[in-house]
């Protein structure tokens, strides 16, 4: 059983599910805890990533911590009650990984977390709660790089149960972007290839708090004044962009909606910078040589800084416009096993392990 909840998650699953249902292997079974629900945050990734619709939807929805992980929880507990899954596989670090990792823990099934070990060492931050506690109840841990294995040996968790098999995002991305059409994309945008910077921005670090997300939109308006900015809004940025009175877009500070996939990708590939709080696109850009802006003061990614493209950079705006005033072409280095197979790595060891098991 394949259980996702949003965005990165089903951008995780795609190749991993591909590369089961590729092989003679169990029956697949896709769960959609419903955090995110949004055509734009949700189905259209399935669409697009050509992976069934989800089998369940447990249609969680909005909510406080809590509420979100209990939601789950219970409901997750009761599908677990009428299916046993050989396996529940989990990916990232989101409210749904946790949850349905502690359900599945208490029922006896094993679970697999897909990108284990990372941290940001950052306990103010929910996803660091949800990453080292669903290590914890995991029996096997496919790590995207060997600074993650080392942080699950750190923490007692057994070499045995750990496998380092590179980036799973990866595939997604390498598989996608052969598909996209460059021209078009930049045509549609009215942009020209390495001469604007593309911006997401959704951490409740930075856009739950006025005064930090002000700074952050100075600086993309100020920005906006020298070269396009294009800003596809999570819903949370967007709410809390309306609920702090922050000024309207410009010519050159253009807001959008979430995008679909291979248009985000494509207008990444060709972005002169990009400048996130995501982990996901940290991890991205350093896959395709862009350099990244983050603006945090930590990363659980911390390769993306030593080999690839990106620096951690104070939600400020004086040390964010510095920070885009001196990206320069670093082109960085991919790292290990980022290469496009981690799903097929993942499969072979699942298979092999539930013969095993
Ligand atoms: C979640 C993850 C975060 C991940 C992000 C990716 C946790 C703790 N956080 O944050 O790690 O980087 O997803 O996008 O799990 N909303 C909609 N439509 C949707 C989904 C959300 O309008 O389809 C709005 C809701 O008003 C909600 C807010 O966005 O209150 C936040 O959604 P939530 O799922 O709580 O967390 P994210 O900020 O998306």
Redesign the pocket.
């Known amino acids: 059983m394949l259980v996702a909840g949003?965005?990165?998650n089903f951008v995780k699953l795609a190749p991993l599910y591909r590369a089961l249902a590729a092989r003679k292997g169990p029956r697949l079974m896709i769960t959609h805890t419903g955090?995110?629900?949004?055509h734009a945050?949700?189905g259209s990734f399935f669409e697009e990533l050509g992976v069934p619709e989800p089998e369940v939807n447990l249609e969680v929805g909005?909510g406080s911590?809590a509420q979100?992980t209990a939601g789950i929880m219970v409901r997750f507990e009761r599908l677990l009650d009428s299916h046993t899954p050989r396996w529940v596989v989990v990916f990232?670090?989101?409210?749904?990984t946790i949850a349905c990792a502690l359900v599945a823990a208490k029922a006896g099934v094993p679970i697999a977390h897909v990108e284990a070990g990372l941290r940001s060492r950052d306990w103010t931050m929910?996803?660091e709660i949800?990453r080292v506690l669903t290590d914890r109840l995991s029996d096997r841990l496919y790590a995207p790089s060997r600074d993650a294995c080392e942080n699950l040996v750190h923490e007692g968790i057994s070499t045995e149960r750990v496998r380092l098999v590179g980036n799973i995002m990866v595939d997604t991305l390498r598989a996608q972007l052969p598909t996209i059409d460059h021209a078009t994309l930049l045509r549609e945008y009215e942009i020209k290839a390495r001469h604007y910077v593309l911006v997401t921005l959704?951490?409740?670090s930075n856009v739950d708090h006025p005064d930090t997300l002000r700074q952050l939109w100075t600086a993309m308006q100020e920005a906006g004044r020298r070269e396009p900015v294009l800003f596809p809004a999570?819903?949370?940025t967007r709410?809390r962009a309306v609920e702090f009175e922050l000024p309207p877009a410009t010519a050159g500070f253009r807001l959008l909606g979430p995008l679909p996939y291979r248009t985000f990708l494509g207008l990444m590939a060709n972005a002169r910078v990009v400048v996130t709080d995501?982990?996901g696109v940290q991890e991205e850009t350093t896959a395709l040589g862009v350099p990244c802006v983050t603006a945090r003061l930590n990363t659980e990614r911390p390769i993306t800084v030593i080999e690839g493209t990106n620096r951690l950079v104070r939600p400020h705006a004086s040390s964010l416009l510095e920070a885009l005033a001196q990206a320069d072409g670093r082109r960085g280095r991919i790292p290990e096993l980022w290469d496009g197979q981690t799903a097929e790595r993942i499969a072979a060891d699942l298979l092999e392990a539930s013969s095993g098991a």
């Open positions: 949003t965005r990165p955090q995110h629900y949004d945050m949700s909005t911590h979100q990232g670090d989101v409210n749904s929910p996803e949800n959704h951490r409740p999570h819903p949370r709410s995501s982990g």
